[in-house]
């Protein structure tokens, strides 16, 4: 063990230098970047809730503890041998609260209490990623206080969880930039490097502008077969859309340098078939020009189509992670604009979170490809429908919704059972809930057409505001086109309608 652990208990400093832990903190690679933010409000939430003037978001690594976040606190870092949250880490899942740190034999001492920062109060919540305990969302006062009510500690509890799933999301569009970065020097490499299964290989007389090759050659540019060739058919048998590229491209390789590399298309064919080519002048004349090249040609156009492919799935992916962090950011700001205390926004935050999270998931496991609507309604419902006698019933044909349909849906559906749960059927044990669904139209101009008919519950008025969950509800499917939701407050119980362009049956 270090010197500057030498304070820790053992049992402490094993648990801050175990191997697992610090490799889960640092593959994160957020140490000593820029102040976020999206931490900085997680932090001010929790100041918040406790009332205190001192919030922080902390990384323990083994020799320093670092502050991704902080308020009301100038350092940057402190030594972990002083650190409140090693213990807090150390000690399990549940937060540590310390009451008056000069009490606690074990910060009795402590440079943070004894010192000019004065430390008193402290109540810190472990953030755990990847199943390891990497920091701390924690709280301090500079004067002693109460131990905090249960139900805000539990609060603290859940905003660390919160930045824990920041440090993932954010780790994982990190991640996708590096991909991208690697699949760019992965063309470079195979560019170079490819070793193909069928070449034709050819040697170019300059001078009489004949090509002797294999048979190969010819089957390549789709010319008739052939072991000899004129150079200029090769070239007429180009795409236009390459042969000033490759012309060009030629040109420089041979006053440059003796190697040619390039890529291009065959004129008229379909499927489009794409050729490389390596060539090497072997002689030259008197006054240095070139008289005779070796080279070789070989199809590469299903590594176009993969790359085309790959190009594809990681905008798809970057276009994904933008959208979800937009969506994100417009559930916390809507739901913290329509809260009256930071419990409440906790509450709908979470549950929201957790709905769009379900929708994702399914998502995910499909390569978003979509998926069936039976599967998304299913466990949109379960959560709100969890007794024993089911309340909810859900009939219709299985569908496919698209990534944006199923996003779309998924919160309407939970905003309506939440609110059905709270004050429509779901709220007394004799309502009930009819989730069902048909297409509508023909062929080409189908719909899919979804209601919810809520009945058994209390008598219904229209409210005298719309809440952030009715907005959701009106227009969580604002990105599918032509779509619709009509939602009323009638008497007998609330009643919505969804309509939207049907994907083909899934089976």
């Known amino acids: 063990m270090g010197s500057k652990t030498a304070k820790l208990t053992a049992d402490v400093s094993r648990f801050v230098e175990d191997a697992d832990r610090l490799a889960v903190l640092h593959g994160l690679d957020v140490m000593d970047t820029a102040n976020d933010p999206d931490f900085d409000r997680i932090g001010g939430l929790a100041a918040a809730i406790l009332e205190a003037p001192i919030a922080m978001v902390t990384l323990v690594d083994i020799d320093r503890q670092w502050f991704k976040s902080r308020l009301g606190f100038d350092g940057k870092e402190t030594p972990t041998d002083i650190s409140f949250c090693a213990h807090a880490i150390a000690a399990g899942d549940d937060p540590m609260v310390v009451t008056d740190a000069t009490l606690d034999p074990r910060f009795a001492g402590n440079p943070l209490v004894v010192g000019g920062e004065h430390v008193r109060f402290y109540a810190g919540a472990p953030m755990t990623v990847?199943?390891?305990?990497?920091?701390?969302?924690?709280?301090?006062?500079?004067?002693?206080?109460?131990?905090?009510?249960?139900?805000?500690?539990?609060?603290?509890?859940?905003?660390?969880?919160?930045?824990?799933?920041?440090?993932?999301?954010?780790?994982?569009?990190?991640?996708?930039?590096?991909?991208?970065?690697?699949?760019?020097?992965?063309?470079?490499?195979?560019?170079?490097?490819?070793?193909?299964?069928?070449?034709?290989?050819?040697?170019?007389?300059?001078?009489?502008?004949?090509?002797?090759?294999?048979?190969?050659?010819?089957?390549?540019?789709?010319?008739?077969?052939?072991?000899?060739?004129?150079?200029?058919?090769?070239?007429?048998?180009?795409?236009?859309?390459?042969?000033?590229?490759?012309?060009?491209?030629?040109?420089?390789?041979?006053?440059?340098?003796?190697?040619?590399?390039?890529?291009?298309?065959?004129?008229?064919?379909?499927?489009?078939?794409?050729?490389?080519?390596?060539?090497?002048?072997?002689?030259?004349?008197?006054?240095?020009?070139?008289?005779?090249?070796?080279?070789v040609n070989y199809d590469i156009t299903e590594r176009k189509l993969g790359d085309e492919r790959q190009r594809l799935l990681l905008r798809e992916l970057n276009h994904r992670v933008k959208n979800t962090l937009a969506t994100v950011q417009a559930l916390a700001t809507q739901t913290v604009r329509h809260a009256n205390q930071p419990s409440e926004f906790l509450e709908a935050f979470s549950a929201r979170l957790q709905a769009l999270g379900a929708a994702h998931s399914l998502l995910s496991d499909r390569e978003w490809r979509g998926i069936g609507i039976a599967e998304l309604a299913r466990i949109e419902a379960r959560v709100f429908d969890a007794g024993a006698q089911s309340r909810i019933t859900i009939s219709g044909p299985d569908l496919l919704l698209s990534p944006d349909q199923a996003v779309g849906l998924g919160l309407i559906l939970h905003e309506l059972a939440s609110n059905a749960l709270r004050y429509g059927s779901l709220s007394v044990p004799s309502g009930k809930v009819d989730l069902g669904w048909k297409t509508q139209g023909r062929k080409g101009a189908r719909r899919l057409v979804l209601t919810w008919r809520e009945s058994g519950g209390p008598e219904v008025e229209p409210p005298d505001r719309h809440g952030f969950g009715s907005i959701l509800i009106r227009r969580s499917l604002a990105k599918v086109i032509d779509s619709e939701v009509t939602h009323e407050y009638r008497p007998d119980g609330v009643f919505a309608q969804i309509s939207m362009p049907s994907e083909p049956l899934l089976k």
Request: aromatic share 8%; with cysteine.
């Open 130 to 295: 990847a199943g390891a305990r990497v920091g701390t969302l924690c709280v301090l006062d500079r004067e002693p206080r109460a131990f905090p009510a249960a139900e805000k500690v539990e609060q603290l509890k859940t905003l660390a969880k919160l930045a824990a799933s920041l440090f993932l999301l954010k780790d994982a569009t990190r991640n996708g930039a590096i991909a991208q970065a690697e699949l760019a020097r992965e063309e470079k490499r195979r560019a170079i490097a490819l070793d193909a299964a069928s070449l034709a290989s050819w040697a170019w007389d300059i001078r009489t502008d004949m090509i002797d090759c294999d048979a190969l050659l010819a089957e390549l540019f789709n010319l008739p077969p052939s072991n000899r060739l004129k150079a200029r058919d090769i070239l007429r048998a180009i795409d236009p859309r390459d042969v000033y590229q490759t012309e060009t491209r030629f040109r420089d390789a041979l006053s440059g340098s003796d190697d040619y590399f390039g890529e291009y298309r065959v004129k008229g064919l379909h499927p489009i078939r794409w050729i490389a080519t390596r060539g090497r002048v072997i002689e030259r004349d008197g006054d240095g020009r070139p008289t005779l090249i070796f080279g």
